[in-house]
């Protein structure tokens, strides 16, 4: 049967918080119609068998595993691609975005109009370090600016939106930072709620300042470009 919600969970050498984070998604999700797809990104460590020896216990839990790690976006397009639910929910696999603020995002979509394609999540109280923040509300402030894409905090990894808008969106790596502004070129809405955020228990983050300075400068150009190259027809109708 089609569950209502799929919750999607990219994971790249998370032992130690990929099984935790599971069982509280379950916990979160309890008594409504979900899956949860982990997919595990060419993990070196033994975050595929953690997630293998729940999945007895959550049946709800389907796990997709990359051969060659291939990044945070691809393992959410791969993880999208096999949802089964029309309502995608995105965390990230560092366990720092409490899943119990996951329903509340995915019902604010599921009450939202067909207008509006995603709502996203804003780390009210954000646990990292001061260079990580000052670095992101920086970033923020550009992208902000040069996009107006309507977003705050596009680096949070709890989002709702609609799976079929997604698939329709120009794939690129790093998209999931622009998916506001994407959405938006698509013709459609978003709308923010404040989330909490932990600190990090186990692992380290996958991204530092310097190396993402690059990847961000080419995308945003890049994204700047397609928002330049989009047009659109209004009501489409068949008659």
């Excluded at 379950?26 to 409504?32: V, Y």
């Excluded at 959550?58 to 791969?78: D, E, K, T």
């Excluded at 804003?122 to 902000?144: C, E, L, P, T």
């Excluded at 698939?167 to 994407?182: E, K, S, T």
């Amino acid at each position: 049967m089609t569950p209502k919600i799929s919750v999607v969970v990219p994971v790249h050498d998370e032992e130690g918080a990929a099984g935790p984070l599971a069982r509280e998604i379950a916990e979160a999700f309890k008594g409504r119609d979900y899956e949860m797809v982990f997919v595990n990104d060419a993990s070196r460590d033994g975050t595929l068998a953690e997630l293998e020896a729940l999945k007895a216990e959550i049946p709800q839990l389907r796990i997709l595993n990359h051969a060659m790690n291939a990044g945070q976006s691809r393992a959410v397009r791969s993880g999208v691609m096999a949802a089964r639910a029309p309502i995608i929910v995105t965390l990230d696999g560092d366990g720092q975005n409490p899943p119990a603020d996951a329903p509340k995002l995915a019902d604010a979509l599921i009450a939202a109009g067909p207008e509006v394609a995603l709502v996203g999540g804003v780390r009210a109280k954000r646990q990292d370090s001061g260079a990580k923040r000052w670095a992101s509300k920086w970033a923020n402030s550009i992208r902000k600016w040069l996009l107006n894409d309507d977003a705050d905090d596009t680096g949070c990894g709890l989002k709702a939106f609609r799976r079929d808008v997604f698939l329709r969106l120009p794939y690129f790596d790093h998209i999931h930072r622009y998916l506001p502004a994407l959405v938006i070129r698509e013709g459609y809405e978003n709308r923010f709620m404040d989330v909490g955020h932990r600190h990090r228990e186990t692992g380290r983050s996958k991204y530092t300042n310097l190396g993402r300075l690059w990847a961000a400068f080419s995308d945003l150009v890049g994204v700047m470009w397609l928002r330049t190259r989009s047009r659109q027809p209004g009501t489409v109708k068949e008659v």
